[in-house]
């Protein structure tokens, strides 16, 4: 079993690795168009059963090369008062995540990650929950519990590292949206070319909090599911010089891809049309 403290600086990377994904989740009015926001997103969804994402890595600029490193099952559930549960559960190996990158490690050790959003009737957020672990550890090495109260969210953060434990007050305008960094988006509905917004982008694990600017940049077909798609494409701008990129299907409003470009790994998480092999 590796050690706690390798455990730890794995999920530090990878929560810095996946932040582009929050890129979009916390969202003031947008200037051009309304903002897709959880009362959009909510509406949107189509109770379809879970979906299944694959995560991987690109070893070249060309995008030639990519090979599987995890998986996330996302999956939203109607509860009995109405309410819209949104769940997720990831997983990925370090070792291969890492591989070929000078933090390489000989060890491979499986991290889960499980999430766990509850949205209201009016399409405002009310609690969520992240519980991340190593596998064949029962002690987490994070959990991440949020609920709104008095006009914002209540972010509280343990585990067993002095570092990782802090409570921190996000203020909440209704319908917007607080998502974990690690959970996909199912669907981002009402796009249009030219809209753009600031987001800001919350770390999990130290608070900071980032201003973000996201733009549909343009219409664009990319190949998914055997044939060539229509989409828009966002790309968010992460201070200081990060870029961000997500590919959204214009007839519904379907995530399909997302792009997540940093200097020792390029992360593409990429929607699975059919319904593989359950994950291991």
Do not use: H
């Not at 991440?144 to 409570?167: Q, V, W």
């Amino acid at each position: 079993m590796p050690s706690r403290l390798a455990c730890i600086g794995i999920l530090l990377f990878w929560a810095i690795a996946t932040v582009g994904l929050i890129t979009r989740d916390v969202l003031p009015d947008l200037l051009i168009g309304p903002p897709p926001d959880l009362r959009s997103i909510s509406s949107a969804d189509s109770a379809d059963g879970p979906t299944r994402w694959a995560i991987m890595v690109a070893d070249d600029s060309s995008m030639q090369s990519i090979r599987s490193v995890g998986q996330a099952v996302t999956e939203s559930k109607r509860l009995e008062n109405g309410w819209l549960r949104l769940t997720s559960k990831v997983w990925f190996d370090s070792g291969d995540l890492l591989r070929g990158t000078p933090f390489a490690s000989k060890e491979e050790i499986r991290i889960d990650v499980d999430n766990t959003c509850d949205i209201d009737t009016s399409g405002n957020l009310k609690s969520f929950r992240a519980v991340v672990r190593a596998e064949r550890d029962p002690v987490p090495l994070l959990t991440l519990d949020g609920e709104f109260k008095n006009r914002a969210i209540e972010m509280k953060a343990s585990g067993p590292i002095p570092l990782l434990n802090f409570t921190k007050s996000i203020p909440y305008e209704p319908r917007t949206m607080i998502q974990n960094a690690l959970s996909p988006i199912d669907r981002i509905p009402g796009l249009a070319v030219g809209q753009r917004w600031e987001a800001r982008v919350v770390s999990p694990l130290t608070g900071k909090i980032d201003v973000v600017k996201a733009v549909v940049t343009k219409k664009s077909e990319i190949y998914w599911d055997k044939s060539m798609v229509n989409t828009f494409e966002v790309v968010q701008k992460i201070p200081p010089t990060i870029s961000a990129r997500s590919w959204v299907r214009t007839s519904d409003g379907l995530v399909l891809r997302q792009e997540l470009p940093f200097p020792v790994v390029k992360l593409i998480i990429e929607r699975l049309p059919t319904d593989p092999a359950p994950a291991r």
